[in-house]
């Protein structure tokens, strides 16, 4: 496993929650261990960085569609509504259509 560097972050703008690596003041974001651990098991390489692992994360949460760019507070609900289904805590449009027989 890789030495646990402090993970160095700033965001990229007001609307944008890309994160960039960090040019001016320092931030950092304290991980559990096994949070930690988790991530490094994503890295595709140990020279892969955390910034670079964060950003292929972040990519996964879609930015809008063909009708224009989503409100990051929409991007939040819906991430947050994934990991509801996923949990089982929602039903998705796909059960709830079987078990309406539509």
Not at 28 to 56: F, N
Not at 59 to 82: K, Q
Request: charged share 30%; aromatic share 4%; net charge positive.
């Amino acid at each position: 496993m890789d030495p646990a560097p402090n993970l160095i972050l700033r965001p990229h703008g007001k609307l944008d929650s890309r994160l960039v690596p960090c040019t001016g003041g320092i931030t950092t974001i304290q991980l559990a261990p096994e949070t930690r651990e988790r991530l490094a098991r994503l890295k595709q390489s140990p020279r892969e960085t955390y910034d670079e692992l964060l950003h292929k994360l972040l990519d996964l949460v879609p930015t809008g569609d063909e009708e224009g760019t989503y409100r990051a507070a929409f991007r939040v609900g819906l991430l947050n509504a994934r990991l509801e289904i996923r949990a089982g805590r929602s039903v998705g449009h796909e059960e709830l259509k079987r078990r309406f027989n539509l």
